[in-house]
């Protein structure tokens, strides 16, 4: 095939050529098999897509011919054909000059009316072209077109929500179908236990659950302006409680799932606070576990925020009684605020306490933390609470970790080490009066050492170490 055959025209052979190139690309690597002692081509037939029939026939040799098989005669007499049923379906040209690969795409069907397709909508749905036809149909076209097209994918609709091109479908119809529709679609999507927190964490099925849960537009590109209008149908208990008691078993797992916990989030915005609770108790119950996660983290955040009362005191409770288990965690150490996104998209859980300002949580954590701030001081999340800790507490508790820091045997080490010396550069910008003095003091001892440490230097360069 790499040379010119003779036997083959100019025309056959770039024919020849090009098939060639596409049977590479498709063909199985084993195609060879054996039969009656000699090697045959093994028959390979390429999926046929409707079409005209448009390959001519070629001579006796090397031949093209009508049904699209394209028979091989190399040296070799008993070598028998390569069959490509179903070229002629890829819109090739008579002229098999003109073949080239670019031209081997199924086209699409053009259809002007939902009558036209209707029996297939299920299987439409599915392909590309077909669900951009439904999607334009439901914009475009009357309730009844949209009634045709629901009636046809309703007890499909599980399967569709997680598929590649039917889930924008459902999203679309999610926008515009009635009351009824929408209370079918619940019923069918929360029908078997588990659907719902499985469709939740597919990456198709996150779009349109975020319809149905009103997940706003700041879903990671995902969700649409649509849902806002979606989220003010559900208002009827029993929709709440169709959603609540299909989610409630997983919660866990739908908050640590990628895709999943956003769906969680906004169930905390839109769910009345009677249905939401639920969340609150799984937030506190497996706080540890959830504050570790990375994506749990946020869960906890929004908890934080969106909750009242009893269920916020008792989740604060939670994380500060963990405080210096969570403090050391690469997720649990800390949330930043929306002030200070250092790490876009992720939220700690401990700093986040603090910035709620609430005297006696932070006493809490300051209790916990206790004893541990050198240590704490040498680690890379930890040292970030620290740090909140000097920033947040008052004067006395401020004093008390201070102290502990100047009596710590290993104050050097902190001071040279790559997250220890930011934490004295605070503690010298928090200190005042003698407070100061005691710890320049216990500093100064150190200073030849400092100065050969790139750590040491930053301490040295602080202007609060000049006051």
């Known amino acids: 095939m ?47 897509v409707a079409g005209n029939e448009l390959l001519s026939h070629g001579n006796q040799n090397g031949k093209v011919i009508s049904n699209g098989h394209v028979c091989l005669s190399l040296s070799n007499p008993n070598v028998g054909c390569i069959e490509l049923d179903g070229l002629n379906s890829w819109s090739l040209s008579h002229d098999t000059t003109d073949l080239k690969s670019t031209n081997l795409r199924p086209q699409p069907h053009k259809y002007n009316s939902v009558d036209e397709v209707t029996g297939r909508i299920y299987l439409m749905a599915k392909d590309q072209h077909g669900c951009r036809f439904l999607q334009r149909k439901i914009s475009e076209g009357t309730s009844e077109d949209i009634e045709k097209i629901f009636v046809e994918i309703i007890d499909h609709i599980v399967e569709l929500m997680t598929d590649p091109f039917g889930n924008y479908l459902v999203q679309k119809l999610l926008e515009v179908c009635n009351e009824d529709q929408r ?56 929709q709440f409680s169709l959603v609540v008691s299909s989610l409630k078993p997983s919660i866990v797992t739908l908050i640590k799932n990628m895709n999943g916990n956003h769906v969680a989030q906004r169930c905390l ?30 869960v906890l955040q929004k908890c934080l925020t969106h909750s009242e009362d009893e269920h916020r005191r008792r989740l ?87 102290r502990e820091l100047i009596s710590n045997a290993h104050l050097d080490q902190v001071m040279l080490d790559p997250y220890g010396n930011y934490v004295i550069q605070a503690a010298l910008h928090q200190s ?36």
């Open 316 to 402: 604060i409770c939670e994380i500060t009684s963990n405080a210096l288990i969570l403090s050391q965690d690469a997720f649990g150490y800390c949330i930043f605020p929306l002030s200070e996104p250092i790490f876009i998209g992720r939220n700690y859980v401990v700093q986040f306490v603090f910035e709620l300002r609430l005297p006696w949580a932070t006493m809490n954590i300051l209790d916990q933390l206790e004893g541990n701030y050198g240590d704490l001081s040498m680690q890379k999340y930890s040292s970030n609470v620290v740090e909140k800790c000097l920033k947040y507490s008052n004067e006395e508790c401020r004093a008390r970790i201070i």
């Open 269 to 298: 915005l839109y769910l009345q606070p009677e249905h939401s609770k639920f969340l609150f108790e799984a937030a506190t119950n497996n706080c540890v576990e959830l504050a570790t996660d990375r994506h749990g983290c946020c």
């Open 432 to 467: 005042k009066g003698t407070l100061h003095a005691a710890l320049v003091d216990a500093i100064r001892p150190h200073v030849p050492v400092l100065r050969t440490s790139p750590y040491g230097k930053k301490v040295l360069s602080s202007n609060s170490l000049k006051k």
């Open 183 to 238: 209370m079918q679609i619940l019923h069918a999507i929360t029908r078997k236990a588990g659907d719902l927190v499985r469709i939740s964490c597919d990456m198709h099925g996150l779009i349109p659950l975020s319809l149905i849960f009103s997940i706003s537009a700041l879903l990671v590109l995902l969700a649409t302006r649509a849902v806002q209008k979606v989220i003010e149908t559900l208002t009827s208990p029993e």
């Open 2 to 48: 790499n040379q010119p055959n003779p036997a083959f025209s100019s025309t056959e052979y770039n024919a020849m050529h090009v098939l060639g190139k596409v049977g590479k690309q498709t063909c199985p690597e084993k195609i060879l098999t054996r039969s009656q002692g000699l090697n045959m081509l093994k028959s390979v037939k390429f999926g046929a």
